[in-house]
């Protein structure tokens, strides 16, 4: 069943909105259009070792600051050093490593905004201040035309809450995703046994989040 359709994500809106996110990555995107969008994620993702990312994980464990932390404290203009994230709760370190090997300004800040993003990603849920973490995060991102820059900020949000799954443990963070099936209803569809998906969606950076997240258990 995952082989079938994706549901429409609704109209898009205005540049840097929640619903110009979800109706732009390719994860919400059938067809010729998912393909083109998947072409661009894994252009990016070719260009990150999954073993550099588990080092520079490793090491900023390392460095992290033993005393709890809420990101969302940290200041705009936070600047980070190598793979230094002092107080970054270790679950939420692979957002910060992979913002700071793409190149986004302030990984710290990165990882508030891209939560609150991830709690108001898939369509039909919402997050109060979605728009405006977007908003921040996409700010924060290289230029870069609004397609890539949408699969940018998908591949932040995408490595947000499961991967931090991952490295809490749970073997299936990501429970179900949905299908159009072949009468037009959307239908739910079981992700035991394949947690990173199977088929033309599986997950692309599904090597990038295992190396993170033996990187940090």
Same mark, same amino acid.
């Given at each position: 069943?995952?082989?079938?359709?994706?549901?429409?994500?609704?109209?898009?809106?205005?540049?840097?909105?929640?619903?110009?996110? @979800?109706?732009?990555?390719?994860?919400?995107?059938?067809?010729?259009?998912?393909?083109? *969008? *998947? +072409?661009?994620? /894994?252009?990016?993702?070719?260009?990150?070792?999954? #073993?550099?990312? +588990?080092?520079? +994980?490793?090491?900023?464990?390392?460095?992290?600051?033993?005393?709890?932390?809420?990101?969302?404290?940290?200041? @705009?203009? &936070?600047?980070?050093?190598?793979?230094?994230?002092?107080?970054?709760?270790?679950?939420? &370190?692979?957002? !910060?490593?992979? #913002?700071?090997?793409? $190149?986004?300004?302030?990984?710290?800040?990165? =990882?508030?905004?891209?939560?609150?993003?991830? #709690?108001?990603?898939?369509?039909?849920?919402?997050?109060?201040?979605?728009?405006?973490? %977007?908003?921040?995060?996409?700010?924060?991102?290289? #230029?870069?035309?609004? /397609?890539?820059?949408?699969?940018?900020? !998908? %591949?932040?949000?995408?490595?947000?809450?499961?991967?931090?799954?991952? =490295?809490?443990?749970?073997?299936?963070?990501?429970?179900?995703?949905?299908?159009?099936?072949?009468?037009?209803?959307?239908?739910?569809?079981?992700?035991? $046994? *394949?947690?990173? $998906?199977?088929?033309?969606?599986?997950?692309?950076?599904?090597?990038?989040? *295992?190396?993170?997240? /033996?990187? %940090? @258990?």
């Amino acid at each position: 069943m995952l082989d079938l359709p994706v549901p429409d994500p609704g109209p898009p809106g205005p540049f840097a909105t929640m619903p110009w996110l @979800r109706a732009t990555v390719s994860r919400f995107a059938n067809a010729e259009t998912h393909a083109r *969008r *998947r +072409a661009l994620a /894994e252009a990016r993702l070719a260009t990150l070792d999954p #073993a550099e990312l +588990a080092a520079a +994980a490793s090491r900023a464990k390392a460095t992290a600051d033993a005393a709890p932390h809420d990101p969302s404290a940290a200041p @705009r203009g &936070l600047a980070v050093a190598g793979d230094a994230f002092p107080g970054v709760p270790v679950a939420y &370190l692979p957002v !910060a490593v992979l #913002a700071a090997a793409t $190149g986004v300004a302030d990984p710290v800040a990165a =990882i508030t905004h891209t939560r609150v993003v991830a #709690a108001a990603y898939h369509p039909g849920t919402d997050a109060p201040g979605a728009d405006g973490a %977007l908003a921040e995060l996409v700010d924060l991102l290289p #230029a870069g035309e609004p /397609e890539a820059l949408a699969q940018h900020v !998908a %591949l932040l949000v995408q490595a947000c809450e499961a991967t931090a799954g991952l =490295i809490r443990g749970d073997t299936l963070p990501v429970k179900a995703t949905k299908r159009v099936a072949a009468d037009g209803t959307v239908v739910a569809v079981d992700l035991t $046994g *394949r947690p990173f $998906g199977e088929g033309p969606r599986r997950c692309p950076g599904e090597w990038h989040a *295992r190396a993170l997240a /033996e990187a %940090l @258990r």
